[in-house]
C-alpha cells in the first residue's frame, strides 16, 4: 500500500480527534472552566467505555460458566464472534456513508495526482480502526473472563488475537458495502428525512426492546443452550469449527479447518468489497441525482408576525435534520411509552403506590405521573444548539431589525413543541384510565410544560456561553457539543429537586396536601424561567451582539 | 443616510479599521474599494449592526446604531459576499421569512418578491429548497431580500461575486433605480469598471485608513481608477 494511503488515514484520524475535542469544548479554548468542560466530556466517555466493558465482562462470565457446566465451552468464541461483530456494524454502518462516500474532501482529493483505490483505501482503514474500537470494546473483556474460565494455550491466544484483528475487517468490508446500498436506496425514496426518522426509532425501538427483555432473553440462553450449541455445530459448521480451534481442548485438531476458512472468508469478502468499490469509487462519490423539481405556482403570501415567523424558521430546521429529530424526540417518545403503560398497566400503578406509600395522607398519583413526564421532558436537549446551528447563517438575524429576545424565545419554545405530543398522549391517559381529579390533570399538563420552558430557556442560555460557529456538518453541534451536553445534566438536576421535595411530605406526611407539592413545583420552575428571563435579557443580548 | 465617524474597530492587537469617517447622502451609490484584508467588510459590518466597534459612531438616516440598533436595521439591509442562506427553505418561504421580519404587507411583499425574481429570473425556482440551489441563484436571492423591503440604505460587501453577466447588468439597473427612489447604496467591490461606471462617489481603503474619497471624477482625475488605486495602494506601503 502506498505512503499516501497512511498520510491520509493520518490526517483523517487527527482530524476527527482534533474536530471531536474542539467541538467539545466551547467558544473558546482558553481558560479554566473549559478544560474542567473537556476534562469532563472525556469522563463521561471513559464511563461508558468502561461500563460497557464490564458489562460485557460479566456475560461473558455468566454464559461462559453455562457452557462450560454443559460441556460446550467451544460455543463460547463464536458467540462472541457473532455479538461483538452485530455491535459493531450496527455502529457503524452509518459511519460508512460519512466516512467513504459522502466525505467532504473526497472530489478535492479526486481531482489532485492521487489514485482513486488510495483514496478509498485510506477511508476503509480509518472506518477499520473505528470498528476494531467498537468491536474490542465487548471482545477484550470476553477474552479476559476466557483467560479466567477456560484457560488458554499458544495456539487459542493466537486465535484471540487474531478474531480481535479479523472481526472489525469483516464489519468494515461489510458495513461499507451496506452503506453502499443504503445510500442507493435513501436516493430512491421520496422523503428521505421521513423514512430515516422513521428507521431510527424503529432501530431504537427495537433495541430498546431488548434491553428491557435483556433479562429474559440471558435466562433463555441459560437454559436452551446446549440446543444453540447442537444447532450451531448442526448447521453453522464454520462457526462450529472456528469455536473448536479457538478451544483449549480441540484447538491443535481444529487449527486448520477452523481458522483458516474463517480467514479466507473474512479476506475475500474484504478484497470483493475493496475490488468492487475501487473500480466505482469516483463515479460513487462524484454522482448526482437528478432532484425532481418542484413547480413554482404563484400565489398570495400570507403574512406572519415576527414572532411566529421565528418559531416556524426554528421548527423548519429542526425537521429538516433526521439527526436532530431523532436526538431530541427521545423525550416524546419516552413521553409517549409512559402513556402507553398507563394505559395498558393504569391499574396497577394506581394500586401499587398506596401500598408503597402507606402513609400518603393524599392521592400521590397525579405528582408521580407529572414528575415522571416532567423528567423524561428533560431529556430533551433541542434548544441546546440552536445558537451554534446559525452557523455562516447568523448575519442574516443579526442585520435585520430583531428584538434579541424574540430571537430566543423562538428558539426556546421549541422544547415544549416537541414535548407537547407526549405529553397531550400521557395527560389524556391518564385521564381516561386513572381516577384522577381535574386539579391532577392539570397538574400532569401543566408541569411538564414548565419544565419543558426551564429546559428550552436553559437550552438558549447555555449555548449563548458555549456556542461554536466553525461546524461543516450540523451532526458535531447537535450530539457532540459541550453545550448539549451540560445542558442535558443541568435540566436533569435541576428538575429532578422540586419533585423530591415534593414527593418526600407528599408520601410521609399525613397533613400534607398534594396542593402544597403542586404549588412547589410550580413556584420552583416558574422562579427558574423567570432566572433564565433575566440572564437573557441581561447577559444574554450582551453575547448576541458579540457573536458571528 | 449612512454617516461614520472616526470609526475605528480593533481584533485583539490588529487594528482593522483606524479612525475612518465618511458620509454617504440619499440616492448616492458609493463605491468602496481596497485590497484583501483593507478593512472593507468591517466597516460595512459595523455600519449594519453586525459588528461592535471600539471609537466612534455610526448614523443610520440620523440614528445611532449603538443606541438604536433596531430603528437603523429597519432602514437598511445588508447582504455578505458569501450569503449563506436557510439550506432547509424553499426559496419562496426565505423571502416570506424576511417580508415578516420586516413587516412588509402582503400585497407589496407580493408584488416586489415577484418582480424582483422575475428580474433576476429564478421565479420558476422559488419552490425548490435552497440547498439545490447554485452559488449565483443563492446570491440572486440574497439580493431580492435585500431590496424587496425597499430599504433606505442598501450595504452590499462583493455583491458581483457569482452573479452571470446578465443578473449583474440587472443588480446595477435596481441599484441605480433604488437610488432614483432616495436610497442609498453602498457597496464594496474588486472590480474596478464597475465602480468606475457605477458610482457616484468612491472611497479607497487601505490598511483600515481611508485614503481617498469623493465623487468618482474627483478620486480618478485624469487617470483611470485602476491607475490611480494602483499608485495610492503603492504610496501607503
Known sequence: ?548 | MLKIEHLTKRYGDKVAVDDLSLEIKSGEIYGFIGHNGAGKTTTIKCSCGLLEFDQGEIYVDGISIKENPIECKKRLSYLPDNPDLYDFMPGIKYLGFVADIYGMDPKDRDEQIHKLSDMFDITKDLAQPINSYSHGMKQKLALISAFMHKPKLVLLDEPFVGLDPVAAHRMKEEMKEACKDGASVFFSTHVLEVAEKLCDKIAIISGGRLIASGTTAEVRGNASLEDVFLSLEEKNV
Open chain 1, 1 to 548: 500500500m502506498s505512503k499516501t494511503v497512511f498520510e491520509l488515514v493520518k490526517i483523517k484520524i487527527i482530524g476527527d480527534i482534533s474536530s471531536m475535542i474542539s467541538f467539545m469544548r466551547g467558544r473558546s479554548s482558553k481558560g479554566r472552566g473549559f478544560n474542567i468542560g473537556t476534562a469532563l466530556i472525556i469522563g463521561v466517555i471513559l464511563i461508558a467505555f468502561g461500563f460497557m466493558m464490564v458489562f460485557s465482562f460479566g456475560m461473558a462470565m455468566v454464559l461462559g460458566f453455562q457452557m462450560g457446566s454443559e460441556g460446550c465451552g467451544w460455543l463460547y468464541f463464536p458467540m462472541a464472534f457473532v455479538t461483538s461483530g452485530a455491535f459493531s456494524f450496527i455502529g457503524t454502518v452509518f459511519a460508512a456513508q460519512s466516512y467513504l462516500y459522502d466525505a467532504k474532501d473526497n472530489e478535492l482529493l479526486l481531482s489532485m495526482p492521487i489514485k482513486p483505490f488510495d483514496v478509498m483505501m485510506s477511508r476503509m482503514i480509518a472506518l477499520y480502526l473505528l470498528n476494531f474500537v467498537y468491536t474490542n470494546l465487548l471482545f477484550i473483556p470476553v477474552g479476559v473472563a476466557n483467560g479466567l474460565l477456560f484457560g488458554y494455550n499458544v495456539i487459542t491466544f493466537i486465535n484471540f488475537i487474531i478474531s480481535a484483528l479479523m472481526i472489525p475487517m469483516l464489519v468494515t468490508a461489510l458495513a461499507s458495502i451496506i452503506g453502499y446500498l443504503l445510500g442507493k436506496l435513501a436516493k430512491l425514496i421520496p422523503n428521505k428525512n421521513l423514512m430515516t426518522v422513521i428507521l431510527g426509532f424503529a432501530t431504537v425501538g427495537l433495541l430498546s426492546l431488548v434491553i428491557v427483555n435483556f433479562g429474559n432473553i440471558i435466562e433463555v440462553l441459560m437454559n436452551e443452550i446446549s440446543r444453540v450449541a447442537d444447532w450451531t455445530a448442526g448447521h453453522l459448521h464454520i462457526l462450529f469449527w472456528y469455536g473448536l480451534a479457538t478451544s483449549t481442548e480441540h484447538s491443535l485438531k481444529a487449527l486448520f479447518p477452523g481458522i483458516i476458512p474463517i480467514l479466507a472468508l473474512t479476506a475475500a469478502v474484504s478484497a470483493g468489497v475493496a475490488a468492487f468499490l475501487s473500480r466505482h469509487f469516483t463515479a460513487i462519490v462524484t454522482r448526482k441525482t437528478a432532484m425532481k423539481k418542484k413547480k413554482y405556482v404563484r400565489k398570495p403570501l400570507r403574512r406572519t408576525n415576527i414572532q411566529l415567523a421565528l418559531i416556524k424558521k426554528e421548527v423548519g430546521y429542526f425537521l429538516s435534520l433526521p439527526s436532530y429529530v431523532m436526538n431530541a424526540g427521545m423525550s416524546t417518545i419516552m413521553a409517549i411509552l409512559l402513556g402507553v403503560g398507563i394505559l395498558l398497566r393504569g391499574s396497577v400503578i394506581s394500586e401499587w403506590l398506596p401500598t408503597f406509600f402507606p402513609d400518603a395522607s393524599t392521592n400521590l398519583l397525579g405528582l408521580a405521573i407529572g414528575s415522571s413526564l416532567a423528567l423524561s421532558c428533560t431529556l430533551n436537549d433541542v434548544t441546546a444548539p440552536t445558537v451554534s446551528l446559525e452557523g455562516r447563517t447568523i448575519w442574516i438575524l443579526k442585520s435585520t431589525p430583531l428584538d434579541p429576545m424574540k430571537v430566543f424565545f423562538a428558539k426556546a419554545l421549541l422544547a415544549p413543541i416537541v414535548c407537547l405530543p407526549g405529553v397531550c398522549f400521557t395527560s389524556a391517559a391518564s385521564a381516561i384510565v386513572l381516577d384522577l381529579r381535574v386539579i391532577d390533570v392539570l397538574f400532569i399538563v401543566f408541569i411538564p410544560v414548565l419544565a419543558c420552558m426551564f429546559s428550552g430557556f436553559l437550552g438558549v442560555c447555555v449555548n449563548l456561553k458555549l456556542p461554536r460557529f466553525d461546524w461543516t456538518n450540523e451532526i458535531t453541534v447537535i450530539k457532540q457539543s459541550l453545550s448539549v451536553i451540560f445542558t442535558l445534566l443541568l435540566s436533569m438536576f435541576f428538575t429532578a429537586i422540586p419533585f423530591t421535595l415534593a414527593i418526600i411530605p407528599s408520601a410521609y406526611l399525613e397533613d400534607f396536601s398534594s396542593l402544597w407539592a403542586y404549588g412547589i413545583c410550580i413556584a420552583y420552575f416558574l422562579a427558574l424561567v423567570l432566572l433564565e428571563l433575566f440572564f437573557l435579557a441581561t447577559e444574554g443580548k450582551k453575547i448576541w451582539k458579540e457573536l458571528g
